[in-house]
């Protein structure tokens, strides 16, 4: 019997050690302790969310849509979403954008953020077949607390309401924030410098820091991003395709840096495309401590494309957390009739 009783503690202690991780997690969010961005592991799926200056990058019509479930050990603790739309305009210079995105935290999604924005992108030419784009971006955030702690709902828990036999039975002495919603203005501006094989950009978002407190005001750091990215052709012959009828093949080589309150993040690795598919392998780590491996594979067709990664998690969350899924959907609507030929940036799809 007492054993019994002991086995049980155990078990239950496992159990509260994974929703406390929760918890801090979710207060380290809602206090903004060094809060950072969502963080999405195919970046050119996504591209207006990397970077505004991509806005009507591919110069055709286009239709970006992705989904992400980070960490699903922990109860799926984190899930995002978004869809953008972006296409170069003659007209006016350059590419518009809009983009909305949603990220959801813990148990029940008890705190959601959820974001609208716009943006241009002017591109002029420098020399001869290099040009840069200039971008800005301009949002509006909408983020909601369920400070609901009724036990049976489990919106949300807290650390002292764990009785060790009992379960959830305490009254929690944390109190509620006077705003269960807060709202804010956001701006973000970017550049990007291309060439026919080669390309780099770098971005700032959250300008204007603003503040996104619950109980007091709390300001969102600024993130730095810089990037840049080849495309190495492996065929002796541009136009050359093999007996299967693949396309030319083609290797991307790319670098992302990514600098948000007192954080640095590296991201590094490669794609290979070789119509229709296309593969890659990434790492991701810190200045310290390594993050994640990261494996994709997708297909292409005409203008429609879909895209799967999975974040092998290498930290000492790996055991618990079980990585992160992404799944990406692109459409590439036909080119309106341009008086002048307007080239696209050549960057990886994924």
């Known amino acids: 019997m007492i054993l019994g009783s002991f086995y049980t503690k155990i078990c239950m202690m496992k159990k509260y050690n994974k929703i406390t991780l929760i918890l801090l997690l979710a207060a380290m969010g809602m206090q903004g302790v060094n809060a950072q961005d969502v963080g999405f592991s195919q970046f050119f799926a996504n591209p207006v969310y990397l970077n505004p200056a991509f806005a009507g990058s591919k110069v055709a019509p286009r239709i970006s849509m992705t989904h992400r479930s980070q960490w699903p050990g922990l109860v799926t603790a984190f899930t995002s979403s978004s869809v953008s739309y972006d296409q170069y305009i003659p007209d006016l210079h350059g590419g518009i954008g809009v983009i909305f995105m949603n990220d959801a935290m813990g148990d029940h999604k008890m705190l959601k953020t959820n974001m609208f924005g716009g943006m241009y992108s002017f591109r002029f030419r420098v020399h001869e077949d290099i040009y840069i784009n200039l971008a800005l971006q301009a949002s509006v955030v909408f983020m909601n607390l369920n400070w609901s702690t009724d036990m049976h709902d ?28 807060v709202v804010y203005p956001d701006f973000a501006a970017g550049t990007m410098i291309y060439g026919p094989a080669w390309y780099a950009g770098f971005a700032a978002h959250h300008l204007s820091q603003p503040s996104q407190g619950f109980y007091s005001e709390d300001r969102v750091p600024i993130k730095f991003t810089a990037n840049a990215g080849g495309l190495i052709n492996l065929a002796e012959e541009r136009r050359r395709q093999s007996p299967l009828g693949l396309g030319v093949p083609v290797i991307s080589p790319n670098l992302i840096y990514q600098y948000q309150g007192g954080f640095h993040y590296f991201n590094y690795g490669l794609y290979l495309d070789w119509m229709p598919f296309i593969v890659g392998a990434w790492y991701r780590h810190g200045l310290e401590n390594p993050d994640a491996f990261i494996f994709m594979v997708g297909a292409q067709h005409d203008h429609f494309k879909i895209g799967y990664s999975y974040d092998v998690t290498v930290s000492e969350l790996s055991n618990s957390v079980l990585g992160a899924h992404e799944i990406t959907v692109g ?14 940036i050549r960057c990886p799809s994924f």
């Not at 060790?164 to 929690?172: E, F, M, S």
């Not at 036909?334 to 030929?341: A, I």
């Open 154 to 181: 489990g919106s949300m828990r807290w650390p002292d309401q764990i009785d060790p036999y009992c379960g959830w039975v305490n009254v929690t002495s944390a109190t509620p924030p006077d705003r269960p919603q």
């Open 331 to 344: 459409i590439l609507l036909p080119v309106p009739e341009q008086k002048h030929k307007v080239k696209a």
